[in-house]
């Protein structure tokens, strides 16, 4: 028995990183998976190459492999129609919704905020806070309809609660969405759906391995690599770890969508090696 079992899940941003590591995880607590993602590069956000159709396709390929049903689409989370479409999809398909994972998101390194080009800014505002407007404005009316109540998880950001250097862009979108998480959870919670975000501090994702974020990192150095930031990265949190492993959050995930969590809403939810308090 699985803590998810009958339960349907969608997952935004689920080609790679931490979201092909949700949807696996829950797929081995027993739901079936709805996986989008762009699939695509983010032209706005050149520090790192965005995920292809067959980073999409091995992620339902390992959800499969857990023996639940996949459906692996691309959408793209500022794209509200197309994100409707995949909903109505799964909705014929699987029957009902009872877990979203508004995790899709960008994260450009680099600038102070007053050299932030305008089109970057935007679109770091379009997908990591106008796409998790769009993906609950089309998940939320069937799960209402439907009864069952569920759980909605946000991916924030540890940014959300210490703002650092160069990042404005991102770090205001992340705060961004945890006022639309609480405001979610207030409406939401006579209905028995919950609402959380859950804000990890760095991610051994694409996102962190890159050549950008070593610099913003590292700027003292000509060419730094991985090892040089992850001394940096440890020493800033009371467990001296530089970075935590996509399965790591997604463990915590998977418990926080299940019914075992029935009583949590409204929370944010600092998955950070302690980050948060250290001074």
């Known amino acids: 028995m699985g803590l998810l079992d009958g339960k349907v899940a969608l997952v935004t941003g689920g ?16 739901a079936d998976v709805v996986v989008v993602d762009v699939a695509a590069d983010v032209p706005e956000v050149a520090a790192y190459p965005g995920p292809d159709e067959d980073d999409l396709a091995e992620t339902a390929r390992l959800v499969e492999g857990c023996g639940r049903k996949a459906i692996a689409r691309r959408a793209d989370v500022r794209d509200r129609a197309a994100l409707q479409a ?14 979203v994972l508004a995790n899709a998101g960008v994260c450009p ?8 080009p305008e089109a970057q800014w935007a679109a770091v505002l379009a997908v990591n806070l106008t796409g998790v407007f769009n993906t609950v404005s089309v998940t939320v009316p069937p799960m209402l309809e439907s009864g069952r109540g569920g759980a909605i998880v946000i991916t924030s950001s540890s ?38 975000a859950i804000c990890p501090a760095a991610v051994d994702t694409t996102i962190l391995d890159n050549e950008a974020m070593f610099r913003l990192v590292r700027p003292d150095l000509e060419h730094p690599g991985r090892d040089d930031i992850a001394e940096a990265f ?8 530089p970075w935590v492993a996509p ?19 409204g929370a944010t939810l600092p998955l950070d090696l302690g980050h948060n308090v250290r001074w």
């Open 15 to 30: 080609a790679r990183g931490q979201g092909r590591s949700h949807a696996v995880r829950l797929a081995e607590e027993g």
């Open 86 to 99: 995949v909903v109505d999809e799964a909705l014929e398909t699987l029957g009902h919704l009872d877990a």
């Open 109 to 116: 390194p680099g600038a102070p905020t007053w050299e932030i």
């Open 159 to 196: 940014a959300a609660m210490k703002s650092p250097p160069n990042m404005a862009d991102y770090a205001a979108s992340k705060h961004g969405v945890i006022g639309l998480m609480e405001t979610l959870a207030v409406e939401l919670g006579p209905h028995r759906i919950r609402v959380n």
């Open 234 to 241: 440890a020493g800033r949190n009371p467990i001296p770890a």
């Open 247 to 265: 399965r790591d959050v997604s463990n915590f995930v998977a418990w926080l969508v299940s019914d075992q969590a029935w009583y949590l809403t």
